[in-house]
């Protein structure tokens, strides 16, 4: 049996943060704000594997309320996600990500961030697309305020 789920997120961009994406460290003179390290290409990956196996969202089961998740790594998050998986049967196949944003360049990072989501997910890296795009500097993204990312996941059991 395959599924598949979509996933999205954003996290505004702010000062004395850094900026970590696809499980990098990108230098940057901005970070994301979030509860956790803010990843949003991550995070969008994390909804798109929980709603292909039907088990709600990243928020369910990671709250931002939570003392456990505050600062958290999220390749610790995206680890415990494809577990949860697991727990149904269910293993990654393939996931595509299309990251938003005006600044920094993301596609010098981009080896490095399938490679590190590879890893985590115990999957090929020819499994792991990962695209970036600006917004023509319309809207939130244009305006360099945040970033967002969409997440496909095709999960198999």
């Not at 309320?65 to 293993?91: E, F, N, P, R, W």
């Not at 920094?104 to 020819?126: F, S, T, Y």
């Not at 023509?136 to 305020?145: Q, S, Y």
Request: charged share 25%; aromatic share 4%; glycine share 10%.
């Amino acid at each position: 049996m395959i599924r598949v789920g979509m996933g999205f997120d954003v996290h505004r961009l702010v000062p004395d943060r850094d900026l970590w994406l696809g499980g990098i460290k990108i230098p940057h003179s901005l970070g994301l704000l979030g509860h956790s390290d803010a990843d949003v290409l991550i995070h969008a990956v994390c909804d798109a594997l929980l709603g292909a196996a039907n088990m709600r969202d990243i928020g369910y089961h990671f709250p931002d309320t939570s003392d456990d998740t505050l600062g958290m790594d999220s390749k610790i998050i995206l680890k415990q996600t494809v577990d949860l998986l697991a727990t149904k049967g269910y293993h990654v196949g393939n996931i595509d990500v299309t990251v938003c944003a005006e600044r920094p360049k993301i596609n010098p990072h981009v080896p490095a961030m399938r490679a590190c989501l590879a890893q985590v997910m115990g999957i090929d890296e020819d499994n792991v697309s990962i695209k970036a795009t600006t917004t023509e500097r319309l809207g939130f993204t244009g305006r360099e305020e945040g970033i967002s990312a969409y997440a496909v996941a095709l999960i198999e059991k």
